[in-house]
């Protein structure tokens, strides 16, 4: 099929290569998988009871359960905060903040309102980018 295309450089070998690869897939035949025996009359395997498992002693096994969910919300936490999203975020917070604090001061106010100085917040937005 591709025996026409000039073989002169990588792009077109591995383009052909991968066009074999694919027409080798689509012309193999598929078997399916043969069934297995059914399970689902067979009784769950026994569990040995330990002093800790009885229904009675299970406020240990309840306190590890909400410590690790505990700390699973603040790994996800940490995990969201280290992401380019949440960086960009940050950066955008904290340069709005920078620039804006001359609106809310009294003495700054003035030249901030005469010089439209809210441009300054305007180009900081528009020029800042994500990566």
Known sequence: MLN???VVGSYYRSFADITRAIQ?????????LAEGPD????????VEET???????DMDGM?????STFRHKVWKVAHHLQGFEMKFAL???IVTACLSIPAWLDQSRGWWNLYDAWWAVVMAWMTMHPR
């Open 4 to 6: 026409y295309l000039p």
């Open 24 to 32: 080798k897939v689509k012309a193999s035949e598929r078997t399916p």
């Open 39 to 46: 399970l689902s009359d067979a009784a769950p395997p026994p």
């Open 51 to 57: 002093p800790n498992s009885k229904r009675g002693d």
């Open 63 to 67: 306190a590890l359960l909400k410590q």
């Open 91 to 93: 950066k955008t917070v």
